[in-house]
């Protein structure tokens, strides 16, 4: 029996305005500095992002843009925050390294516990909690010892998956959580981001996952964010949008082309923060 989708829940989510945003430097294959950006045009479209969670009725947050860190819309990256304890990112890239504290610092600031990671970690980028489970990507940005960090921080089961394309350089390019009810997880995904082993431990744990087309994955369509209802997408994924309104979901096409310029798309743009069970933060 094809799953469905379980139903929406209330989200909170942490955004930053690109109003810094460009490309001057290059450190993933979707980035060209010699490509113009158009950081208006970014302000526009993650506004529209923005207003779409709020118009779903989510609560969503801002950190201050920070000059000199142009890459600091991409929230999703700058730690992952569940039961309300908040495990900060460690930058791979020395542009990208401010941004872990800076983070870390919004978090504390607002009387969250916060752990300063001791390996190297990108956020949401590559730790995507899945029911009970926490998948967690490897390959390009994120150290292996970080998924054994998180598992003792957190107590939850860790699944280490191999990231091998270059373009898909984080787990949230790659993958996308549809829904994170334990009682009924469920994900998209592109099989060829992932090593043959990680292929078969995915196909093992969800059976029935969404498989994504290369048309999905180059539009960086499972960059996508989803309330177990709804499930903002990029809108040249159009063979995953159809797949997953046939189980259900709602897809909601939000353009974040100009974001992309910088190897980003919703996902991205979004950190989610988890509060401790029964906190009503």
């Known amino acids: 029996m094809t799953p469905t ?9 942490l955004m930053c305005e690109p109003v810094h945003y460009t490309v001057s430097y290059e450190i993933n294959p979707w980035m060209d500095k010699t490509k113009y950006t158009d950081a208006d045009l970014a302000v526009r479209q993650w506004r529209t992002l923005r207003d779409v969670y709020l118009d779903l009725g989510h609560t969503v947050e801002t950190i201050d843009p920070i000059p000199g860190l142009p890459d600091m819309v991409y929230a999703a990256n700058g730690a992952t925050v569940l039961d309300g304890v908040v495990y ?5 890239y020395a542009e990208r390294q401010p941004e872990g504290p800076a983070y870390q610092k919004w978090f504390a600031d607002r ?14 980028g590559d730790l995507l909690v ?58 998209a995904y592109y099989p060829p981001a992932f090593s043959a082993g990680s292929r ?3 196909r093992q744990l969800f059976p029935d996952a969404v498989e994504a087309t290369e048309r999905d994955a180059v539009a960086l369509g499972l960059n996508a964010v989803s309330d177990g209802l709804n499930v903002v997408v990029a ?43 029964g906190s009503g933060r």
Do not use: M, W
């Open 111 to 124: 009387g969250y516990v916060t752990h300063t990671a001791g390996e190297t970690n990108e956020g949401e």
């Open 200 to 202: 078969a431990v995915l």
């Open 88 to 92: 900060s990112a460690k930058f791979r």
């Open 235 to 277: 809108p040249g994924a159009v063979d995953l949008a159809a797949a997953i309104a046939e189980r259900g979901y709602n897809p909601i096409p939000v353009d974040t082309s100009e974001l992309l310029k910088g190897g980003g798309g919703a996902k991205c743009c979004t950190l989610e923060i988890r509060p401790a069970s």
């Open 5 to 13: 989708a379980p139903g929406r829940t209330d989200r909170r989510y």
């Open 130 to 187: 899945v029911g009970d489970l926490v998948l967690a990507g490897t390959g390009f940005r994120t150290d292996r010892a970080a998924h054994a960090e998180l598992q003792e921080l957190f107590g939850r089961p860790v699944i280490s998956l191999d990231l091998i394309s270059p373009h898909y350089y984080h787990l949230d390019t790659a993958l996308a959580v549809l829904s994170s009810d334990p009682a009924d997880p469920q994900i």
